[in-house]
């Protein structure tokens, strides 16, 4: 088995996995390539990539062009010298004169079963459609949005208590476990290319903050896939009062109930938070974990034993009205 030499382009914590494992196999990285260092944190200050974090740890040359279009960025990765190029959440386009660099072209770790959800969000996309089946493939890049021939997929279920935090770290593991084995193959041509299937493309839209506010008259199935897709972010939340309250984890209550206001606080369970909901409010969504602002996420019995007065029955949740006033 040959050890390929590699040009590795990432930025997030999931592409580190699949760097991690590039680490640790036969392979060998050359380099690192990763976004700017951008601001973070409460003081803005300048910080790392996950990516570049972990190369620099291993004495890894490291490489942030704000674009591979120019001509010295890619005489710059030509003179690398590269078998492959491998690119997992980079966050750059990589221009066709990029992919042709490598001899055995580029090859891209994708968080879904390809070609549903091509594009920026799929973890959180497929857990908000309801899809009982998410998966990562591993894709030879062409110059489409993740529209490459297939060379390996590996799937995974999707249950209702499925977060988008879950489903990444598992995928992340797999991902990187599957690129692995892609690349031991790779060199002998022991690996096959599959065109994508013509039917089920998708897109999966970039998650925006603005679309984590709740809308209580939808069904309660969707609002749980909802906040179980944004947990840990953007996380779904809805107005109390001033503030917000963050709704992490939920169940659907079986069974409907009378005529209410959607977004009304019901009587609690108790360990959970009920929220009626969907048309008429006739549904009942059960949080079982919050966040109060100042405070930490809570399993909601906790939640209630420490801030019962913020989160009194009859409060309507989604706009700043409190019991007793006029909506």
Request: hydrophobic share 40%.
């Amino acid at each position: 088995m040959s050890s390929l030499r590699v040009v590795f382009a990432g930025t997030p914590e999931f592409a580190a996995s699949s760097l991690a494992a590039l680490l640790e196999s036969q392979h060998q990285v050359v380099a690192a390539y990763t976004q700017p260092d951008r601001p973070a944190g409460r003081g803005r200050k300048l910080t790392p990539s996950p990516v570049k974090r972990l190369a620099v740890e291993h004495g890894l040359p490291v490489y942030q062009p704000e674009s591979l279009k120019a001509a010295d960025a890619q005489a710059s990765l030509a003179a690398l010298n590269a078998d492959v190029m491998v690119v997992v959440a980079y966050g750059l386009l990589l221009p066709q004169a990029v992919l042709d660099i490598p001899r055995l072209g580029c090859l891209n770790v994708h968080a879904s079963l390809l070609p549903r959800w091509r594009g920026a969000a799929p973890i959180q996309r497929a857990i908000e459609a309801g899809d009982n089946e998410s998966g990562v493939t591993i894709m030879q890049m062409d110059a489409g949005l993740d529209t490459g021939d297939m060379l390996s997929e590996v799937r995974t279920p999707i249950t209702d208590q499925t977060t988008g935090g879950d489903l990444h770290d598992r995928l992340a593991l797999q991902g990187a476990n599957a690129l692995v084995s892609v690349l031991d193959e790779l060199e002998t041509g022991r690996v096959t290319a599959s065109p994508q299937p013509e039917d089920g493309v998708t897109y999966a839209a970039k998650l925006t903050k603005a679309e984590a506010e709740l809308d209580f008259s939808q069904p309660a199935e969707q609002l749980v896939r909802t906040i179980h897709a944004f947990n840990p972010w953007p996380v779904a939340w809805s107005a109390l009062g001033d503030d917000r309250l963050r709704l992490l984890k939920a169940g659907v209550e079986p069974g409907e109930q009378p005529p209410t206001t959607p977004g009304m606080l019901l009587e609690h369970g108790e360990d959970h938070l009920r929220i009626a909901c969907g048309p008429e409010g006739r549904q009942v969504l059960c949080v079982s974990h919050a966040q109060l602002p100042g405070g930490k996420a809570l399993p909601a019995r906790e939640l209630l034993n420490a801030r019962q007065s913020r989160l009194i029955p009859g409060t309507r949740l989604g706009q700043n009205t409190q019991p007793g006033a006029s909506s």
